[in-house]
């Protein structure tokens, strides 16, 4: 066997034991354990699912009045709603909104393996999320990494149904959209099959990422509602110029941004404050 070959396999095999171990993380808490929280914390939360051709969509309502203005709040790759475990406890927010997060298409609750790497099918599947809104103000819509295309070509898609967009860390550039060192071996050699159902998502989400972005493009035009741009100007995952793509195809728009050199990727865990003000700033 060739020495490449043996140091290829190697390689392959620690890369998969790595996120195999990783993936042990990457699922929610069940329904049951996650709705007991809440309750300890004096917070009223629903965890209800609806049917969107083939996909059985999971999400948590958290509303102190539903007659608040609606968040609804779309998680990266991988990833499920409880991403937004902070957020979705926040005080301050439950005061002014009503919370809505969702495990979007083959994550989490939602036919989890299944991947739909369309982003123009993932908006429709999220579609009747949007009808939930009772405030009659319309949603804002928070979408942090590949949340944010989705939440972009939702507000582009429903634009009398969204009255806010808000994009965290948001892979949203086309140019600068490159892939890992791993998605292509993961790709030919098959191994991506060994990996974790939530990561194989992500995985074949990635290698469709750039020609997805290419087809949102028409889509900026359409949005219409202010937004907000939040991002680490050090982000190692997605880069900043992503930012400064989304804050060019939307000058016409009503835009606050926020470039922290302090802020990594992981905007919902580790600056979940910033993204709150963000929020209450485009109420």
Not at 55 to 69: E, G, Q, R
Not at 72 to 88: C, R, S, V
Not at 251 to 267: G, L, P, Q, Y
Request: hydrophobic residues 45%; proline residues 6%.
């Amino acid at each position: 066997m060739a020495r490449w070959l043996k140091v290829f396999l190697i390689l392959s095999i620690a890369f998969i034991v790595l996120m195999t171990a990783l993936g042990c993380f990457l699922q929610r808490p069940s329904d049951s354990k996650i709705l007991e929280e809440f309750a300890e914390a004096g917070l009223p939360a629903e965890i209800a699912s609806f049917e969107s051709g083939e996909y059985d969509i999971s999400y948590i309502d958290v509303a102190v009045n539903k007659k608040l203005p609606t968040v609804l709040l779309i998680h990266g790759a991988p990833g499920t709603f409880y991403d937004y475990e902070t957020l979705l406890k926040d005080s301050l927010l439950h005061a002014q909104v009503r919370l809505i997060a969702v495990d979007r298409p083959g994550y989490g609750h939602s036919n989890l393996g299944k991947t739909c790497p369309s982003l123009e099918e993932v908006s429709q599947h999220l579609a009747p999320l949007l009808d939930l809104d009772e405030s009659g103000e319309g949603t804002i819509i928070v979408g942090h990494s590949y949340g944010g295309p989705i939440a972009a070509r939702m507000a582009a898609d429903f634009p009398s149904k969204v009255s806010g967009l808000v994009l965290a860390a948001a892979a949203v550039d086309a140019d600068n959209e490159k892939l890992f060192w791993f998605n292509k071996p993961l790709e030919w050699t098959g191994l991506k099959y060994l990996l974790p159902r939530a990561l194989r998502v992500a995985q074949e989400e990635k290698v469709h990422h750039q020609s997805q972005l290419v087809l949102l493009q028409p889509s900026w035009e359409k949005i219409t509602v202010p937004v907000g741009i939040i991002h680490g100007i050090e982000d190692k995952i997605v880069p900043i110029e992503n930012a400064y793509f989304a804050e060019r195809v939307l000058k016409d728009n009503e835009v606050r941004t926020v470039f922290d050199a302090e802020m990594s990727h992981m905007i919902p865990w580790e600056s979940p404050i910033a993204l709150r003000n963000m929020i209450i700033n485009l109420l």
